[in-house]
């Protein structure tokens, strides 16, 4: 399966199959021809994995990188683009993003910004990479006072997303990219009932034809991509606060969830949907076995908080919410109600 992102010249293809890693030399070849060599940057247990067979030609060198968001820091970065410069990557050579979100999103800014821009194939090994992060050009990194603030759109020349690489995902990871999944399957309308007569590799291709279609029309979020931040408001409050706790930090797609089924309730509270909206949505996260709880050690204040740093914020919040006619960007909503309405959330936990 192709599934094609129409930029113009930049445009470029996500290839979505079982044994789709193989294809990288291709795609080198085809996209890149002048290049001599790739760095793949990637974590130490997926280092070890045979990956794929590069032409004789191509210098491979492998850049090991921590997994999960504490990979995405300025430090880290820093670091990697160094030991990029270390090698005399050249403008024409290919950087290689393997991993799951965080690592694209980390190799994905490191070619963005070294030499002010090289070739980059995206290679997401865990489900939330294949059906959101590694496609799109969103490149960024984390600070302290929230969640990729700084970053670049930096589009690649080829996505492969292999399937076979989420054969081996621990239960928790395939959740976790299911959130995005859910997020994609409300946007479009579905239902819980033909959920059951879905398969994952179509619930992934739904996923990228939703986006690929969006990014086609709205590279930079100048206006319908900002849909896709649907429930992102506050998951990524919640991840901020987990990780400001240094402990098991939420995966992006367990954040998602909660935030679908609490934005769907704010919904609710400004009178822009009824009842049975919230039921689609409750009945959609249940049917991919997401659990849509505020950790109760998350206190309200503070997620309010967090979400008044969030990117899509001005000066009050901004949620992306349902409505009667389809889903808007939403600005301006009092943080009141929506402390109220987190609070009235809990209560039917």
């Not at 590069?54 to 090991?64: D, F, N, P, R």
């Not at 995966?251 to 009842?275: K, N, P, Q, T, Y």
């Not at 990117?311 to 009141?336: C, N, P, S, W, Y």
Request: with cysteine; glycine share 10%; aromatic share 4%.
């Amino acid at each position: 399966m192709i599934i094609s992102v129409d930029l113009g010249q930049r445009s470029y293809d996500v290839a979505l199959d079982h044994g789709a890693r193989h294809r990288l030399s291709n795609l080198i070849g085809d996209r890149s021809p002048r290049a001599q060599a790739v760095a793949i940057v990637t974590s130490d247990s997926l280092a070890r994995m045979p990956w794929f067979d590069l032409e004789s030609g191509l210098a491979q060198h492998v850049l090991i990188v921590p997994e999960g968001e504490s990979a995405k820091t300025l430090n880290t970065l820093e670091s990697l683009v160094e030991q990029l410069a270390a090698l005399e990557l050249s403008r024409s050579d290919v950087v290689v993003g393997v991993g799951g979100g965080a690592i694209t999103d980390l190799a994905g800014f490191a070619a963005a910004v070294y030499l002010r821009g090289v070739d980059l194939v995206q290679i997401p090994t865990s489900l939330v990479g294949q059906v959101d992060a590694a496609l799109g050009g969103k490149t960024a990194v984390n600070l302290q006072a929230g969640k990729n603030l700084v970053g670049a759109f930096h589009q690649p020349i080829g996505v492969l997303c292999d399937y076979d690489t989420l054969e081996t995902l621990p239960e928790r990871e395939r959740l976790g990219g299911l959130g995005e999944v859910a997020k994609c399957w409300l946007l479009e309308g579905g239902y819980a009932a033909e959920l059951a007569q879905t398969s994952l590799h179509d619930l992934i291709v739904m996923s990228v034809r939703l986006k690929a279609s969006i990014v086609s029309l709205d590279e930079r979020e100048g206006g319908r991509r900002a849909l896709l931040n649907y429930g992102h408001t506050l998951a990524h409050a919640l991840e901020k606060v987990s990780l400001a706790r240094d402990v098991d930090e939420m995966r992006h797609g367990e954040a998602v969830a909660i935030g679908l089924a609490f934005a769907i309730r704010l919904a609710r509270s400004l009178e822009r949907v009824g009842d049975s909206e919230v039921e689609r949505h409750d009945e959609v996260l249940e049917a991919l076995g997401l659990r849509a709880k505020v950790p109760r050690h998350y206190p309200t204040s503070t997620l309010l908080e967090a979400m008044g740093h969030d990117k899509k914020a001005h000066h009050d919040l901004t949620f992306v919410l349902a409505g009667a006619e389809g889903f808007d960007v939403v600005r301006g909503i009092d943080r009141d109600l929506v402390g109220r309405t987190l609070d009235e959330f809990r209560g039917e936990q």
